[in-house]
């Protein structure tokens, strides 16, 4: 069996040097970078947003049509928790972690009587280079953990046959970040 | 007799030529706002101008594409223009939700509409709106203030099985109102999201045609009926718009008859 990791930047490398799986498997790996923080929304041109929220969220889309039509049964979808949680400066790139954490419900509600599992993996912002610093309520809460948090585990996990049962979910792998 | 909540007030709703935009521009005008109603085309606002007028409220139609950001921009001009004014932004417009399977959509016909009228037109009605909402705040000295208010769905949390592509674009309004609550609180500005079910022309339409979908929403439903769009729905927005919620920003106010629970 083979799992396939879309995405580029450190976290998608990450994933494809650590992830192994005995089942088909797709993870996808948002394509957002924090770098491209704007300070203020009045400074937000529709070519930011286009860039931010509308083309990485198109290429979710695709990557995630892509992992259906290749017959994958686990699939995982891995954003910053900064959908959830929402962040000063980083609203397109909130919009599009949101977007692509919530695809991933009706995925699962569309794809769960074919036997496909879709799940989302949220981790700590500063993977997409958001700082955290001012970027929500993680720039108040103390992180619970202390040791350098990977995803690996958690999206081996739900890579595996062991997660057949788990679908549509959430997993929140940040240390105790967000709560 | 009590004073209006709004008075004094100027409100733009987009989307507000029927449906829950009209239901939110009748229950602001009903509190002393002015309200211009923002609708893609005056033969649908212009009838809800008038009823408002009708019932002694005051309204404007402002026709207006809010997938086009120079089109907002311009509504909001011509309202600051007109009024002198803008207190609260309510983007309501949202086009598409056409039903498909996920694997087989579209992007320029099932998500493009969607998300430019929910996701793009949110950003660009608070990114025009923001001088004015900080304006308000400044005025208010602590009470009240600016407030931009974004229409959502509970499908925007829970995900949806027949519309998929319809919950991202939801869901990323309900992200943008938590980041924009946080970056304005410093202006005194609140922003936050309505996710209504409520008796919109479409949905009554559907109710006709198929009364089994009728009876299934209102038998999931604890308070067993959809939302009327002005007084359950456009009291929710009202509530927002008002100094009533001066301490609630961020935030989703799930108006659907308790249907969706799992906030």
Known sequence: ?179 | MSARRLESRVAVVTGAGQGVGEGIARRLAQEGATVVVAARRAETGEPVVESIRSAGGQAVCIVTDVSVSESVDACVADTVQQFGRLDVMVHNAFMGGIPHKLEKAQIDKHWTPMSRTGVWASLFCARAAMPHLIASSARSKGEGGGRLILITSPSGVEGSANIPLYSPAKAAQRAIAKSLAREWGEFGITVNCIGPVAGSPALLTAFDRNPALQQAIEARTPLGRVGDITDDIGSVALFLASDDSSFVTGQTIICDGGSFLGL
């Open chain 1, 1 to 179: 069996m083979s799992v396939k990791v879309s995405g580029g930047g450190r976290l998608a490398q990450v994933l494809r040097d650590g992830v192994h799986s005995d089942t088909r498997s797709a993870v996808i790996v948002v394509d957002l970078d924090g770098e491209n923080s704007i300070s203020s929304l009045a400074d937000l041109t529709d070519a930011d947003i286009d860039e931010m929220y509308e083309q990485p969220m198109q290429r979710v889309i695709a990557a995630i049509q892509e992992a259906h039509s290749t017959n994958c049964e686990r699939i995982v979808v891995v954003v910053p928790t900064t959908g959830m949680s929402g962040g000063a400066s980083y609203a397109p790139q909130a919009a599009l972690a949101e977007a692509a954490r919530i695809l991933v419900k009706s995925a699962a509600r569309q794809w769960g009587a074919s036997g496909i599992t879709v799940n989302a993996v949220a981790v700590e912002p500063h993977w997409f280079s958001i700082d955290t610093s001012i970027s929500g309520a993680v720039a108040i809460a103390p992180r619970s953990l202390i040791n350098e948090v990977s995803p690996v585990g958690i999206v081996t996990w739900l890579c595996s046959e062991a997660a057949g049962d788990i679908t549509g979910q959430t997993i929140v792998c940040d240390g105790g970040l967000w709560m």
